[in-house]
T-cell receptor, first 111, second 114 residues
Framework: DQQVKQNSPSLSVQEGRISILNCDYT??????FLWYKKYPAEGPTFLIS?????DKNEDGRFTVFLNKSAKHLSLHIVPSQPGDSAVYFC??????????FGPGTRLSVLP | EAGVTQSPTHLIKTRGQQATLRCSPI?????VYWYQQALGLGLQFLLW???????NRGNFPPRFSGRQFPNYSSELNVNALELEDSALYLC?????????????FGPGTRLLVL
């Protein structure tokens, strides 16, 4: 049973446009969420986090939105750049529990 | 500041052998995590060590084991290797005990079991 789902295995976006990556979770106890980016042959790189007391967190071109009632979070990248092409993982944890990762979404930003 | 380091970068073994993977956390981090990423799959949690003790383990058989040393570095041991153990093994570290703390990942060890 997948507790963290990323239903889009891949996404293609034109350079300069907005990329929206989605993540859904089933465990209502999750209260802390992370997004990671992973390039081939490298380990994941932390991007941005959000706790359940907030519904939005912004860091430069990256914004994460959390909708607790829908158990849904999304990562917005504006504007998208070719260097953003990577696999993006969302991860969630509950107090005292380890992070659970989604399967990832492969983002391709086309020049 | 040095990030999380892992060795070796690549490892080739045959079925039934044992593999040992190593991880050095970021200086000051006490928690170390191990993940497996099999081809086409997401990150699967393996093990969590903090202050030298195993705090939690994922849904993996006992032949996956490890330890954390007094300097907070860690080893992952996989015994009786099977073909499906071929994967990228990622180590991550964080400042404090697990949940809610950002984990920083190493580059991974690519294990190939023939």
């Amino acid at each position: 049973d997948q507790q963290v789902k990323q239903n889009s295995p891949s996404l293609s976006v034109q350079e300069g446009r907005i990329s929206i990556l989605n993540c859904d979770y089933t465990n209502s106890m999750f209260d802390y969420f992370l997004w990671y980016k992973k390039y081939p042959a490298e380990g994941p790189t932390f991007l941005i986090s959000i706790s359940s007391i907030k519904d939005k967190n912004e860091d430069g071109r990256f914004t994460v939105f959390l909708n607790k009632s829908a158990k849904h979070l999304s990562l917005h990248i504006v504007p998208s750049q070719p260097g953003d092409s990577a696999v993006y993982f969302c991860a969630a944890s509950a107090v005292g529990q380890n992070f659970v990762f989604g399967p990832g979404t492969r983002l391709s930003v086309l020049p | 500041e040095a990030g999380v380091t892992q060795s070796p970068t690549h490892l080739i073994k045959t079925r039934g052998q044992q593999a040992t993977l190593r991880c050095s956390p970021i200086s000051g981090h006490t928690s170390v995590y191990w993940y497996q990423q099999a081809l086409g799959l997401g990150l699967q949690f393996l093990l969590w060590y903090d202050e030298g003790e195993e705090r939690n383990r994922g849904n993996f058989p006992p032949r996956f084991s490890g330890r954390q040393f007094p300097n907070y570095s860690s080893e992952l041991n996989v015994n009786a290797l099977e073909l499906e153990d071929s994967a990228l093994y990622l180590c991550a570290s964080s400042l404090a005990q697990g949940a809610g703390e950002t984990q920083y990942f190493g580059p991974g060890t690519r294990l190939l079991v023939l």
